[in-house]
């Protein structure tokens, strides 16, 4: 079969393009003597991915009456930049250069029998705004926006049943770039860039679509400065010093110990753990006595006798410390300096077989820990 008209047969299409690009975060901020004014120049390269509109080839195929079509395609290629740009502040830059995006192209194997070859080759130029964020001395992200003004080289062949009649369009046209990258500066004058950009392109015959390219590459500063200008050294006469007085170090008081031991009769009535109007009295007796001391730590510990199981006179201990730890920070005293234990019966004063050894064994200990100043 004859075609009439190539751009009626296929379109070597990107239109309908979209990719995804997981930008690897490894950013970059410049340092403040990286991020003076001044310019410099860098090169990446990377790979290009372009979206060959197969559905539009095979649909304009059949339209001109091939029964079948299959399509293998080629939309990867090695795509590289040269770029100079000036670093207007820490966070601005103009930058431009010339970008190749490489190759793309596409068999389609029709029946009746025929092929139909195809290839596109882009590059050109772009001039683009940086806006930069710093986030640490060395790593920064950036994003950038631009125009490409890009030219489209399309080359078509035909075998068997498909004929080609254009085989060599081409067209330049500008269009609109963007990108996001991240940078890290190994010295003040050399950096490394990991970036994605998209390139709207319009190919030949008109159609238009998006190349992305993922690329790696490096920069170099012309005149970074990595330290301020050194100050002007003033002579002055060497000033009269008087003599300095004598300190003397007054010794710091080293911590104390008191411990008191109250039975517990003479805090709480018999197995309760409230405390008793007499029980507050003796309580603020004993915090008179320590007005002035620098108090570090108390621990108040309950004891009971062994009348009862160990398990209930364990509780009962517990809660009569935390009773009395309850009273004293009412009372003004840091929450976070007082500490609670029961003991339960298990640490006997004296023998429970008589009552006199076991009302020495209900008790309450506080120990004290602190300074006093002379």
Same mark, same amino acid.
């Given at each position: 079969? #004859? +075609?009439?008209?190539?751009?009626?047969?296929?379109?070597?299409?990107?239109?309908?393009?979209? @990719?995804?690009?997981?930008?690897?975060?490894?950013?970059?901020?410049?340092? /403040?003597?990286?991020?003076?004014?001044?310019?410099?120049?860098?090169?990446?390269?990377?790979?290009? &991915?372009? $979206?060959?509109?197969?559905?539009?080839?095979?649909?304009?195929? +059949?339209?001109?009456?091939? @029964?079948?079509?299959?399509?293998?395609?080629?939309?990867?290629?090695?795509?590289?930049?040269?770029?100079? %740009?000036?670093?207007?502040? &820490?966070?601005?830059?103009?930058?431009?250069?010339?970008?190749?995006?490489?190759?793309? /192209?596409?068999?389609?194997?029709?029946?009746?029998? %025929?092929?139909?070859?195809? $290839?596109?080759?882009? &590059?050109?130029?772009?001039?683009?705004?940086?806006?930069?964020?710093?986030?640490?001395? #060395?790593?920064?992200?950036?994003?950038?926006?631009?125009? $490409?003004?890009?030219?489209?080289?399309?080359?078509?062949?035909?075998?068997?049943?498909? &004929?080609?009649?254009?085989?060599?369009?081409s067209k330049r046209q500008a269009n609109y770039k963007a990108g996001l990258g991240l940078q890290y500066a190994f010295t003040d004058a050399l950096a490394m860039r990991a970036e994605v950009e998209r390139y709207r392109i319009n190919d030949a015959l008109g159609n238009r679509g998006d190349v992305?390219?993922?690329?790696?590459?490096?920069?170099?500063?012309?005149?970074?400065?990595?330290?301020?200008?050194?100050?002007?050294?003033?002579?002055?006469? =060497? =000033?009269?010093?008087? =003599?300095?007085?004598?300190?003397?170090?007054?010794?710091?008081?080293?911590?104390? @110990?008191? #411990?008191?031991?109250?039975?517990?009769?003479? +805090?709480?009535?018999?197995?309760?753990?409230?405390?008793?109007?007499? %029980?507050?009295?003796?309580?603020?007796?004993?915090?008179?006595?320590?007005?002035?001391?620098?108090?570090?730590?108390?621990?108040?510990?309950?004891?009971t006798d062994a009348i009862g199981s160990d398990a209930y006179n364990q509780q009962l201990s517990i809660r009569r410390a935390d009773a009395v730890k309850a009273y004293l920070v009412s009372k003004g005293m840091d929450p976070a300096r007082v500490y609670t234990e029961g003991k339960g019966e298990?640490?006997?004063?004296?023998?429970?077989?008589?009552?006199?050894?076991?009302?020495?064994?209900?008790?309450?200990?506080?120990?004290?820990?602190?300074?006093?100043?002379?």
């Amino acid at each position: 079969m #004859k +075609l009439k008209k190539t751009s009626a047969l296929f379109g070597l299409g990107l239109t309908g393009f979209v @990719s995804t690009i997981a930008v690897i975060a490894s950013p970059q901020a410049l340092a /403040d003597t990286t991020s003076i004014a001044g310019w410099y120049l860098g090169a990446n390269v990377g790979q290009s &991915r372009a $979206n060959i509109d197969d559905a539009r080839i095979t649909r304009n195929l +059949l339209d001109s009456g091939f @029964s079948n079509v299959v399509i293998e395609k080629d939309e990867r290629d090695i795509g590289y930049k040269v770029f100079g %740009g000036y670093q207007i502040n &820490r966070n601005f830059a103009i930058e431009g250069g010339y970008f190749d995006l490489g190759k793309f /192209d596409f068999q389609a194997i029709t029946v009746p029998a %025929g092929t139909l070859n195809g $290839n596109i080759k882009l &590059r050109g130029v772009n001039l683009d705004v940086l806006g930069m964020l710093p986030l640490t001395e #060395k790593f920064s992200v950036f994003g950038r926006v631009g125009v $490409n003004y890009a030219q489209a080289r399309d080359a078509f062949s035909g075998t068997g049943r498909v &004929r080609v009649f254009d085989p060599n369009p081409s067209k330049r046209q500008a269009n609109y770039k963007a990108g996001l990258g991240l940078q890290y500066a190994f010295t003040d004058a050399l950096a490394m860039r990991a970036e994605v950009e998209r390139y709207r392109i319009n190919d030949a015959l008109g159609n238009r679509g998006d190349v992305d390219l993922i690329s790696l590459g490096l920069i170099y500063r012309f005149g970074a400065k990595t330290s301020a200008a050194p100050a002007a050294v003033v002579t002055r006469a =060497p =000033p009269i010093v008087a =003599p300095a007085p004598e300190i003397v170090v007054q010794p710091q008081p080293a911590p104390v @110990s008191e #411990k008191v031991t109250f039975a517990a009769e003479a +805090l709480f009535d018999f197995d309760k753990s409230m405390l008793k109007q007499d %029980g507050q009295a003796t309580l603020d007796a004993l915090l008179a006595k320590l007005q002035g001391m620098n108090i570090e730590v108390i621990i108040a510990v309950g004891h009971t006798d062994a009348i009862g199981s160990d398990a209930y006179n364990q509780q009962l201990s517990i809660r009569r410390a935390d009773a009395v730890k309850a009273y004293l920070v009412s009372k003004g005293m840091d929450p976070a300096r007082v500490y609670t234990e029961g003991k339960g019966e298990t640490q006997p004063l004296a023998d429970n077989r008589t009552a006199q050894g076991r009302a020495q064994n209900r008790r309450v200990t506080l120990e004290v820990v602190g300074t006093r100043s002379r």
